[in-house]
């Protein structure tokens, strides 16, 4: 094999293959060579959804000393009663009769994430130094040494380096919580195959490249890191590796040496995205990722053709002359009836970082012009466009189903201090238009802008209160200053002030392994970062309490009106688990509160005993006894803890 290309762990993309390996391999075929594809982080995933791990994990539900400890092995023992479902669904999509497919993928993430806990993969680090130094140490760590994860990967990279025997291999590292298990990827390779050519490439590559360059573990295990797009920087590397181009012609590339040296690329690449063709994914496993659907993606550009956002590492970037490139609307066309050709799945995700929804409408009726029925999503603004009924109303029956949204709040203050480019007197209507037209809005929320005041705050937070039934929530992050951002660049025009070490900034409070990672700052007249944490996360506490479910995290319910039910029982789900009594809350009053766990939705629900009470019975149900019980049975209902029942018979008693 020519090449070989991996995309490692962690990461949270495995709803669907990451875009850069089947772009890459794409190109690289279209042009000759032969290329491996292999998305090392779902394939770890299906690893280590391990009955014997598990076992162990679930041991400790009985012993466990402490709630979290508790938890986990609830997790795992719920994983364990159902683990030939999960695997069958998530490998091949098999039916899953007792947890249905929603459920089924939810188990399967939480039960993948158990066995990463406390993992080297899984470190959140603090600087680059920290890093480096414990990558070193875990490429000369013995393998027995190794944490079960760790272990596990190294497994799969040597399936991957036998099955392929390549010339060469490229590195894809998208998300920053892909850098150590890439690097440690890298010097696996370079200790088996010393000879073997390593090429680092992706967005952290691109925003990192100094720091990395500079780095031991890379320097003495890594050749070239690809600071452009990679397609053709990996098609040019493999004619030079095969003596047809000498080196000086690999454009994007930056040459690394054991001693330090460096050299800095010779060219950019002429490559235009025009002639850049559909995404490959043959050697993927399209039908094996954490969804309850198959779906997998491509983009409509390259860039962002707004780019202006201060905070955007990847949009700013387009800023330059040249640096934006959109399909035409048939190239588009075309690439959405070769995914469906090639693959048999006909629902795409459009992962550009703003839309153009104009050209995405417009490839889409050529799509349906040829006969094909297409359903798809896109990440975009609230875009003007979004404000006519007929425009919302042509692009779901065209198939769109669902937006991704970035939520920056509604003081147009803080809009335009940020260059959004959009208006907020414009956001309601938006909302309206989507829902009327039935398209799914999940918005990723941003806290921490500049010099937010808490009134400003508490009006973004009420608006998103009103319309809480329009939209889902994909996250919640503070704003982060990245690398390669207009925000980085100048600071001070925005009142920012970056602090003098080299520690990280990110959100390890919010986001998985921390999310995006940054410089830390502060805002002068702004808030310091504890009180915009306390601001989101106390806002993200209310859009889950406006969404109508059950709390969050160990809390009594709160008082608010909630429908009356007539139920007297409710018997949970079976992967719901009672904890000890040990684990009893006490409240203000001295009334005590039990806990129970869904493992499915990652809560733990509180039920006050003077309200709510749990059969004798190993499995029975919950059983109210007051109004308020039966209120707060009706709200586990609501949130698919189990089903309400009436009332059980005398012999099973309850228990305190």
């Given at each position: 094999?020519?090449?070989?290309?991996?995309?490692?762990?962690?990461?949270?993309?495995?709803?669907?293959?990451?875009?850069?390996?089947?772009?890459?391999?794409?190109?690289?075929?279209?042009?000759?060579?032969?290329?491996?594809?292999?998305?090392?982080?779902i394939e770890l995933v299906h690893r280590l959804l391990d009955g014997p791990a598990l076992t162990r994990a679930a041991a400790a539900l009985d012993e466990a000393e402490d709630l979290p400890t508790w938890y986990r092995a609830a997790v795992a023992d719920a994983a364990l009663q159902h683990l030939g479902?999960?695997?069958?669904?998530?490998?091949?999509?098999?039916?899953?009769?007792?947890?249905?497919?929603?459920?089924?993928?939810?188990?399967?993430?939480?039960?993948?994430?158990?066995?990463?806990?406390?993992?080297?993969?899984?470190?959140?680090?603090?600087?680059?130094?920290?890093?480096?130094?414990?990558?070193?140490?875990?490429?000369?760590?013995?393998?027995?040494?190794?944490?079960?994860?760790?272990?596990?990967?190294?497994?799969?990279?040597?399936?991957?380096?036998?099955?392929?025997?390549?010339?060469?291999?490229?590195?894809?590292?998208?998300?920053?919580?892909?850098?150590?298990?890439?690097?440690?990827?890298?010097?696996?390779?370079?200790?088996?195959?010393?000879?073997?050519?390593?090429?680092?490439?992706?967005?952290?590559?691109?925003?990192?490249?100094?720091?990395?360059?500079?780095?031991?573990?890379?320097?003495?295990?890594?050749?070239?890191?690809?600071?452009?797009?990679?397609?053709?920087?990996?098609?040019?590397?493999?004619?030079?590796?095969?003596?047809?181009?000498?080196?000086?012609?690999?454009?994007?590339?930056?040459?690394?040496?054991?001693?330090?040296?460096?050299?800095?690329?010779?060219?950019?690449?002429?490559?235009?995205?025009?002639?850049?063709?559909?995404?490959?994914?043959?050697?993927?496993?399209?039908?094996?990722?954490?969804?309850?659907?198959?779906?997998?993606?491509?983009?409509?550009?390259?860039?962002?053709?707004?780019?202006?956002?201060?905070?955007?590492?990847?949009?700013?970037?387009?800023?330059?002359?040249?640096?934006?490139?959109?399909?035409?609307?048939?190239?588009?066309?075309?690439?959405?009836?070769?995914?469906?050709?090639?693959?048999?799945?006909?629902?795409?995700?459009?992962?550009?970082?703003?839309?153009?929804?104009?050209?995405?409408?417009?490839?889409?009726?050529?799509?349906?012009?040829?006969?094909?029925?297409?359903?798809?999503?896109?990440?975009?603004?609230?875009?003007?466009?979004?404000?006519?009924?007929?425009?919302?109303?042509?692009?779901?029956?065209?198939?769109?189903?669902?937006?991704?949204?970035?939520?920056?709040?509604?003081?147009?203050?803080?809009?335009?201090?940020?260059?959004?480019?959009?208006?907020?007197?414009?956001?309601?209507?938006?909302?309206?238009?989507?829902?009327?037209?039935?398209?799914?809005?999940?918005?990723?929320?941003?806290?921490?802008?500049?010099?937010?005041?808490?009134?400003?705050?508490?009006?973004?937070?009420?608006?998103?209160?009103?319309?809480?039934?329009?939209?889902?929530?994909?996250?919640?992050?503070?704003?982060?200053?990245?690398?390669?951002?207009?925000?980085?660049?100048?600071?001070?025009?925005?009142?920012?002030?970056?602090?003098?070490?080299?520690?990280?900034?990110?959100?390890?409070?919010?986001?998985?392994?921390?999310?995006?990672?940054?410089?830390?700052h502060t805002v002068v007249g702004g808030p310091e970062r504890p009180e915009t944490l306390q601001r989101l996360k106390s806002g993200m506490r209310r859009i889950s309490a406006a969404a109508g479910g059950p709390p969050t995290g160990a809390g009594e319910a709160p008082a608010h009106p909630h429908p009356?039910?007539?139920?007297?029982?409710?018997?949970?789900?079976?992967?719901?688990?009672?904890?000890?009594?040990?684990?009893?809350?006490?409240?203000?009053?001295?009334?005590?509160?039990?806990?129970?766990?869904?493992?499915?939705?990652?809560?733990?629900?509180?039920?006050?005993?003077?309200?709510?009470?749990?059969?004798?019975?190993?499995?029975?149900?919950?059983?109210?006894?007051?109004?308020?019980?039966?209120?707060?049975?009706?709200?586990?209902?609501?949130?698919?803890?189990?089903?309400?029942?009436?009332?059980?018979?005398?012999?099973?008693?309850?228990?305190?």
């Amino acid at each position: 094999m020519d090449l070989l290309l991996l995309f490692p762990p962690l990461t949270e993309a495995t709803l669907f293959p990451y875009l850069s390996l089947p772009y890459l391999a794409g190109h690289v075929r279209r042009s000759g060579y032969s290329a491996h594809q292999v998305d090392l982080s779902i394939e770890l995933v299906h690893r280590l959804l391990d009955g014997p791990a598990l076992t162990r994990a679930a041991a400790a539900l009985d012993e466990a000393e402490d709630l979290p400890t508790w938890y986990r092995a609830a997790v795992a023992d719920a994983a364990l009663q159902h683990l030939g479902e999960i695997r069958d669904f998530v490998l091949t999509k098999d039916p899953a009769p007792r947890l249905g497919p929603v459920r089924a993928v939810r188990m399967a993430r939480q039960a993948a994430q158990l066995t990463l806990h406390d993992s080297a993969l899984s470190h959140v680090w603090d600087d680059f130094d920290q890093l480096d130094r414990s990558v070193l140490r875990l490429s000369e760590s013995p393998l027995d040494s190794l944490d079960f994860a760790t272990r596990n990967l190294h497994a799969l990279l040597t399936e991957a380096l036998d099955e392929s025997a390549p010339r060469a291999v490229g590195i894809s590292v998208a998300f920053f919580s892909q850098l150590a298990p890439a690097l440690l990827i890298a010097r696996w390779i370079r200790r088996r195959h010393p000879g073997m050519p390593i090429c680092l490439g992706g967005q952290q590559v691109m925003l990192r490249h100094g720091e990395l360059a500079a780095m031991p573990s890379v320097r003495t295990a890594v050749d070239a890191l690809c600071v452009t797009a990679g397609e053709e920087p990996l098609e040019r590397w493999l004619s030079h590796l095969t003596g047809n181009t000498p080196r000086s012609d690999v454009p994007g590339m930056r040459w690394l040496s054991p001693e330090g040296d460096t050299t800095a690329p010779t060219r950019q690449p002429t490559l235009h995205f025009k002639d850049v063709g559909a995404p490959d994914y043959g050697g993927l496993k399209v039908h094996s990722y954490l969804n309850d659907t198959v779906v997998l993606s491509m983009v409509s550009c390259v860039g962002c053709y707004w780019g202006r956002c201060i905070f955007c590492s990847y949009g700013n970037r387009s800023l330059e002359r040249g640096a934006y490139q959109q399909a035409s609307p048939r190239q588009l066309a075309d690439a959405i009836r070769h995914i469906v050709a090639s693959t048999g799945i006909d629902f795409v995700t459009v992962v550009d970082e703003n839309t153009n929804l104009r050209l995405l409408a417009r490839a889409m009726r050529l799509v349906r012009e040829s006969g094909l029925r297409v359903r798809f999503n896109t990440r975009n603004r609230l875009e003007p466009i979004l404000l006519d009924p007929a425009f919302c109303k042509e692009l779901a029956a065209l198939g769109c189903e669902g937006m991704a949204v970035g939520y920056e709040g509604v003081t147009q203050r803080l809009l335009d201090k940020l260059d959004k480019g959009v208006d907020a007197a414009d956001f309601q209507a938006i909302l309206d238009n989507l829902a009327a037209a039935d398209i799914r809005v999940n918005l990723s929320v941003m806290g921490g802008l500049l010099d937010e005041t808490e009134e400003e705050a508490e009006e973004s937070l009420r608006f998103l209160e009103r319309n809480r039934e329009k939209f889902a929530v994909d996250a919640f992050e503070l704003m982060v200053a990245e690398p390669q951002t207009l925000l980085l660049a100048d600071p001070q025009r925005y009142g920012v002030v970056l602090d003098g070490d080299a520690s990280f900034a990110d959100n390890r409070e919010l986001n998985y392994l921390g999310g995006r990672v940054g410089r830390r700052h502060t805002v002068v007249g702004g808030p310091e970062r504890p009180e915009t944490l306390q601001r989101l996360k106390s806002g993200m506490r209310r859009i889950s309490a406006a969404a109508g479910g059950p709390p969050t995290g160990a809390g009594e319910a709160p008082a608010h009106p909630h429908p009356p039910t007539n139920y007297q029982a409710l018997r949970p789900h079976p992967w719901i688990r009672s904890a000890p009594a040990r684990f009893d809350l006490r409240g203000p009053g001295g009334g005590a509160s039990s806990l129970l766990a869904d493992p499915v939705r990652e809560q733990v629900y509180s039920l006050p005993k003077d309200h709510v009470t749990r059969s004798a019975a190993p499995g029975g149900p919950l059983i109210a006894t007051s109004a308020h019980g039966r209120s707060l049975l009706g709200r586990l209902a609501a949130a698919d803890v189990g089903f309400l029942c009436d009332q059980p018979p005398p012999a099973m008693r309850p228990t305190r």
